[in-house]
């Protein structure tokens, strides 16, 4: 029997790479003689390039950057033949600030700019830019400042790009960005929300991101603002585009500036690492995440993987945390879960005992129906 493990994280208890040792490990108790596969998944969100690259083994280009908070650390994205992949998380996000440094109105994406413009700068003509995790909400103007945009006060001082500055710009300068023009950048994600209102970056993102109710309203009026103020400059509004919303409103504004595209996370990531070759000969998929509902199927990771063993005919089973009530699924897929009712403070110390005593059922199952 061959087994692909194309998992998820379980947010703050399991990673894909964890998923893959448990089921390896279940697999070949239950099993004398089973090829296990392991492919670590990641949508565009946060350890996205990490995952993928166990797959890839690309190019690991090291570089010195600047954090939220405009402080120089140590990062790296991907190379791989003319595609350079980014992962804002590593300049931008919200795992590289402790809990009480937390502030969208401070925060920058211009360490996430200093990876692009990298990038550029080596020769890669496609970037793709995972755009989960974010600490930001500053439209993006971070990220363009650190490419040669230039934002400007009242007073015409410059403005450096963060959160709070989004309200008091007055002047826009982007005529560096016009040498960009033939640079693609593609915007995974898995995140539609649009750019402002209620469904967008400040309401729905802002208060995980550590802004107070009083902060929330004054980057709206901020992003508002800004949004007003780019239609002016291009006459185009994108601000309504799905996914414009994402990382604080970095897409809204490559997309804006540079005529960025969005692309769907998990569909891009498993055409990078050719997900189908592995498909073709095996007899399973085991897939999962923390929290299985009707989003999970619309965009997500596990409706990549559902969508192409369908293509194949490959049974696919699903492991998760906790599943929505009433969900509907193809005939060939298979849910098991791992907590459902359970208390929250007791599946974070016993998340890795759960899946394993979950997979170990999965594999017995297999067993018997063989």
Known sequence: MRCIFASDSFKG??????TIRLLK???????????????PLGDGGEGTIDAINEVLKAEIIDLKTYDPLFRVIDTYYLGYGDIAIIEMAKASGITLLDQKELSPSKTSTYGTGILIKDAI??????IYLCLGGSATNDGGIGALRAL??????????????????LIAIKRIDDKALKDLADIKIKLLSDVDNVLCGENGAT?????????????????EKGMVHYRDLIYQTFDADNSKEKGTGAAGGLGFGLVSFLKASFVSGIETILDIIDF????????IVITGEGSLDHQSLNGKAISGIIKRAAK??????????KKEKDLKLPLNVKIYTTSDGLDYDYIKIHAQELYYKTALKVFEDLKTSS
């Open 13 to 18: 208890t399991l990673s894909s790479f964890d």
């Open 25 to 39: 490990k279940a697999a070949q108790e239950i099993f004398l003689d089973i090829d296990c596969i392991g492919i």
């Open 121 to 126: 700068d080596k020769g890669y003509k496609k």
């Open 148 to 165: 040669g945009a230039k934002f400007y006060d009242q007073d015409d001082h410059e403005l450096i790009g963060k959160g709070e500055d």
């Open 203 to 219: 309401y729905i993102f802002g208060r995980q991101k550590g802004a107070s109710l009083k902060e929330l309203e004054s980057l």
């Open 276 to 283: 189908d070759h592995y498909l073709k000969d095996a007899d």
């Open 312 to 321: 194949y005919e490959v049974p696919v089973i699903i492991i998760c945390g």
